[in-house]
């Protein structure tokens, strides 16, 4: 079985998608990066993959607007479970002593710690990414300046190698995000 998911390893999304496959006993499973929603209701529709995961809403940033774009007028495609998973934001830099110019992550995690980024560093600018592990991956290969801070998963900064500055800076200590498993509705 195939689950697309929006999304990099180390995602908050693979993260849900290996949730669904525990919650339903699915042994057998291949988790499909797909970067985006838009890529997974594609493969979807295409038959690609079986399932789809991709967040719905961030009890903070609100609906996450690229998924519903993605599901807008797809009458063939339904949620079929929904799950709440607690998301722990990391800011992580090129190496210990880097200096913080901007900040670059998927829109729903710079939205998520925009208080306490600002905080930290008023005058940083924010960069959106298409996922918060594809940016700690851009950091590390240089697809970023080294003043570049990224907010990702801790597991995502720890595997590009990077240094992590500060741990759970989520503006909501309870920040919770719901993912929502689809599938194509039989016909």
């Known amino acids: ?12 999304s ?3 998608a290996a949730l669904f496959a525990r ?3 699915w042994n057998d499973v291949v988790l499909v990066p797909l970067m985006c929603a838009a890529s997974v209701v594609k493969e979807l529709e295409n038959g690609n993959i079986d399932y789809g995961v991709v967040a719905t809403c961030n009890i903070v940033a609100g609906p996450v607007i690229e ?14 479970q929904t799950i709440d998973v607690p998301i722990h934001h990391c800011l992580f830099v090129k190496e210990e002593g880097c200096s913080v110019e901007t900040v670059a992550s998927h829109i729903q995690a710079l939205m998520q710690t925009d208080g306490n980024i600002g905080k930290m560093f008023p005058d940083a600018k ?3 990414v298409e996922d918060t592990a ?3 991956e851009m950091l590390a290969d240089g697809s970023l300046p080294d003043n570049a801070g990224v907010v990702c998963r801790k597991d995502a900064g720890e595997h590009y190698g990077l240094y992590m500055l500060a741990e759970n800076i989520e503006d909501d200590r309870d920040n919770m995000t719901s993912f929502s498993l689809l599938r194509l509705i039989s016909r």
Do not use: C, Q, V, W
């Open 1 to 12: 079985m195939k689950i697309g998911y929006m999304g990099i390893p180390f995602s908050n």
């Open 14 to 16: 693979e993260e849900a």
């Open 23 to 25: 919650r339903n006993r």
């Open 67 to 80: 998924t519903a774009d993605s599901l807008r007028g797809k009458d063939d495609i339904e949620m079929h």
């Open 126 to 128: 924010r960069t959106e």
């Open 134 to 136: 594809y940016a700690a």
